[in-house]
């Protein structure tokens, strides 16, 4: 058993010696620069987040460049992506200014009591892995940006789908770390070597993990990091099949839109392929068959999508065999296979299937990775119900409803704040935005309270020190509320 202080950690298995090497160095550089950061003031990490804005848009050009050498992404895509990263880094960046209770000093009476919010230490940022499609701002992601903002160093896997593009992304970042003075180790990019991502989970330098992607692996990943001599956190966002709910009226009123609309999230372009809408809920009724006609046009019209990694693809590949080998499916339409029999693109397909076969088939559930969909039809409002207390957790669940519709979403809200972290009601825009509320609470993953009970003053944090205890509980309080 390893020692959990220090970072002499034996050579893991499937990696090679020289990807190792790179990534323990990673690791023990982060380490190295945990103590310097955890107690940076928020002014020097809105600096630094600043600095990143700065560095990623002065290599906008280089990055969409290199994206559409190794991805084949078009610009619009690469922009879109551009700008969501900008507009994360912007509202951290004013939770940070604006809440300085995130990564300083908070105090409760009584006077001898105190807490301190600190950083949780090194974080390992394991991207998306190889089942889905990572986007091309995975080196800059939330995750990075939030445990930059706690004052978290991070070690970031890289993409093997797109390795040039992400080391463009990382060396903006480490040259904004080398502006503000920060210890180099604050950021690393590490290459998605065979093995890396269980390698950086159960290095002991490493604190906190995050992971974005396929249950086995994500799973897999959790399991090896409880078996640490000091287990550690795995932040999980598992891939799902996303659901959408459209309620009657909704669905007579604009089922052509709808359909429409759905199918446009089937472009990578238009949203992270861990968002996309998979399974779609609907009473059969008014509208219903409008919806269904305009499904099938778009699909048998839809070219092949290019998924990036070999991964991806075959869990796009897998999950087609696996709807078609079931009985109680229907095929409602397939789009064009890839010219001259290449494998870069994907081949859209739509299932229908009536809601009770859930009942007896629960994997119709499972994650619909690219552009594969399932229609699921409901006899009635209370199948519709059915379906959504039958699913399991979501990381995005939409709703689409009309003024008719409201009673039949009040009794289907629960169920999905229930199962879902996000809820979108009449969007099919299904990636997160961050904004104060949201940013507050990823940052907020990566600290931890420490409490102090009748610690001597000299002993205390300079934050805590210098904190008038009740004032600054009075204003958090008062910022909270507001």
């Not at 296979?337 to 859930?358: C, D, M, N, P, Y």
């Not at 939409?398 to 879902?420: F, I, K, N, S």
Request: net charge negative; glycine share 8%; aromatic share 4%.
């Amino acid at each position: 058993m390893n020692n959990p202080t220090t970072s002499e950690a034996p050579l893991p298995s499937p990696m090679a010696p020289h990807a190792w090497a790179s990534l323990d160095l990673a690791a023990r550089r982060a380490d190295s620069a945990a103590a310097d950061f955890r107690h940076s003031s928020v002014a020097e990490r809105c600096r630094l987040l600043e600095l990143i804005s700065f560095h990623l848009e002065a290599a906008r050009g280089a990055i969409a460049a290199s994206a559409r050498d190794e991805l084949g992404d078009g610009a619009a895509s690469v922009a879109m992506e551009h700008d969501a990263a900008l507009q994360q880094l912007r509202a951290f960046n004013a939770v940070l200014r604006r809440s300085h209770w995130l990564g300083a000093a908070i105090e409760t009476a009584p006077p001898d009591q105190r807490v301190q919010n600190i950083a949780l230490g090194p974080v390992a940022v394991l991207g998306t892995g190889h089942a889905c499609a990572a986007p091309v701002y995975a080196a800059a992601a939330a995750d990075v940006i939030a445990a930059l903002a706690a004052g978290c160093p991070v070690v970031v896997r890289g993409s093997a789908a797109h390795p040039r593009t992400s080391a463009l992304l990382g060396e903006a970042i480490a040259a904004a770390v080398r502006a503000t003075g920060l210890p180099g180790g604050v950021y690393s990019l590490v290459a998605d070597d065979t093995g890396s991502a269980s390698a950086l989970v159960t290095h002991p330098d490493i604190k906190a993990a995050t992971y974005a992607g396929g249950r086995d692996e994500g799973l897999e990943l959790m399991r090896r990091s409880l078996d640490r001599a000091d287990p550690i956190p795995v932040l999980l966002d598992i891939a799902s099949s996303n659901p959408v709910f459209i309620l009657p009226h909704a669905l007579n009123a604009r089922a052509e839109h709808l359909g429409q609309q759905l199918l446009k999230q089937f472009n990578p372009g238009t949203a992270h392929s861990m968002f996309k809408p998979g399974i779609v809920v609907a009473i059969e009724g008014d509208g219903y068959i409008d919806l269904r006609e305009t499904i099938i046009d778009g699909v048998l019209a839809m070219p092949p999508v290019a998924l990036a990694s070999a991964g991806a693809r075959q869990g796009h590949a897998d999950t087609v065999e696996r709807l078609l080998r079931e009985h109680r499916v229907e095929v409602l339409a397939e789009g064009a296979a890839e010219a001259g029999g290449g494998r870069r693109g994907a081949r859209a397909v739509f299932v229908e299937a009536e809601a009770s076969s859930l009942l007896t088939t629960p994997a119709l559930a499972d994650e619909h990775p690219g552009p594969s969909g399932l229609l699921l039809r409901c006899a009635c409002p209370e199948e519709l119900l059915a379906v959504a207390a039958l699913l399991g957790r979501q990381l995005v669940a939409g709703l689409q409803m009309a003024d008719g519709d409201t009673a039949l979403a009040a009794r289907l809200m629960p169920q999905l704040e229930r199962m879902a972290r996000h809820v979108n009601v009449n969007s099919f825009t299904s990636m997160p935005i961050y904004n104060g509320a949201t940013a507050a609470q990823a940052i907020a993953r990566f600290l931890r309270p420490v409490f102090y009970l009748d610690v001597p003053s000299s002993l205390l944090p300079a934050a805590l020190q210098d904190a008038n205890p009740l004032q600054l509980w009075r204003q958090v309080d008062g910022e909270m509320r507001h």
